[in-house]
């Protein structure tokens, strides 16, 4: 029975016209994002040796692909059981000798489907265009591509099954899309904007620098000298713990956002060079000697938090779905 209702809700999300308008539009912003990126590498003059690589174009697609494929997700599932309220077939399925967990799996698992289908085509057409706009994809790159759009499609997921948990629990479709949105858009806009500010509040003042020498140094008395030096030292060492502190807040409260978290997750899945958020001017300037490159697994271990966080609400969010129809009153 599971089977025959995932079939059916799969059927119905591919062949509406919701689903191709929605993919299309999401399909039509990728694209646009990496004509920009690479414009504006080009515009810039950067160009690194042996040309760019997918993980320069990737970086600047994933806020967009968040974005879109976030309300994407949400659009496929807001109404997955208040269609069913609001069209009095609840009452009737329900009359049939089905399960209450039947119908829920079988329309998570429909709607898991079809988002499948949808990021997998996202994935073939962006690498087409990767591709057609002169970025060489070896295999490595390719490997990297496809373990990247696998967590595109845990952040969709993701979004789909919180749309699902809303429509459980209101009573009309409106509503749960209302609901959907307002957390969607607290999870990835909001926490962003706040961020900073709590950091700065929390941490307090950036430590200042001593005052300017009034005088050129050959002129400076050796104790002169020392007491400045001493001065720098002790700004250093303060600038570095306060900016250690102001990141670890920052940091804290990003990991309540899933989109911070795949961003996180994209930077180190795409780029072998990344290590450190230091690694980053290193991956993207030239330099004398080239940066150790990470395999796959090393680059998933460098994010196994953000990996936790994005997976952890991932399943409280079907685990909402789930056990909130269950346990409703059907009316």
Do not use: C
């Amino acid at each position: 029975m599971i089977g025959i209702i995932a079939e059916k809700e799969f059927r119905d999300y591919i062949t509406g016209r919701r689903f191709i308008l929605l993919l299309g539009f999401l399909l039509i912003v990728t694209l646009l994002s990496i004509i920009q990126v690479k414009d504006s590498m080009t515009t810039w003059g950067y160009n690194p040796p042996g040309g760019l690589k997918i993980y320069n174009i990737m970086w600047g697609v994933t806020h967009y692909m968040s974005l879109v494929g976030g309300i994407f997700a949400i659009a496929l599932g807001f109404d997955a059981i208040t269609k069913e309220k609001e069209g009095q077939t609840l009452k009737v399925l329900m009359s049939h000798p089905v399960y209450r967990d039947q119908i829920i799996l079988g329309k998570l698992i429909g709607g898991a489907l079809a988002l499948g289908i949808a990021v997998i085509v996202t994935a073939v057409i962006t690498l087409g265009i990767v591709m057609s706009v002169g970025i060489t994809v070896d295999k490595t790159s390719a490997i990297r591509f496809l373990v990247y759009f696998f967590f595109v499609y845990l952040y969709l997921l993701l979004f789909f099954a919180m749309a699902v948990a809303f429509s459980v629990f209101s009573r009309t479709s409106g509503n749960a899309l209302m609901w959907a949105l307002i957390l969607f858009l607290t999870v990835t806009i909001i926490f962003s904007t706040i961020a900073p500010i709590i950091a700065h509040h929390i941490a307090g003042e950036a430590p200042k620098p001593p005052e300017q020498l009034s005088q050129q140094v050959s002129n400076m008395s050796f104790e002169e000298m020392k007491e400045y030096e001493k001065k720098m030292k002790e700004y250093e060492n303060k600038s570095k713990e306060w900016q250690k502190k102001y990141y670890k807040i920052m940091e804290t409260i990003s990991d309540f956002s899933p989109e911070a978290a795949l961003e996180q997750i994209s930077m180190y899945v795409m780029n072998p060079y990344m290590r450190s958020p230091e690694d980053i001017i290193s991956s993207v300037q030239p330099e004398r000697q080239k940066p150790k490159e990470y395999s796959i697994s090393e680059s998933l271990s460098f994010v196994k938090k953000e990996i936790t966080f994005l997976i952890a609400y991932l399943v409280v969010s079907f685990v909402v779905a789930y056990f909130g129809f269950v346990k409703a009153e059907i009316r």
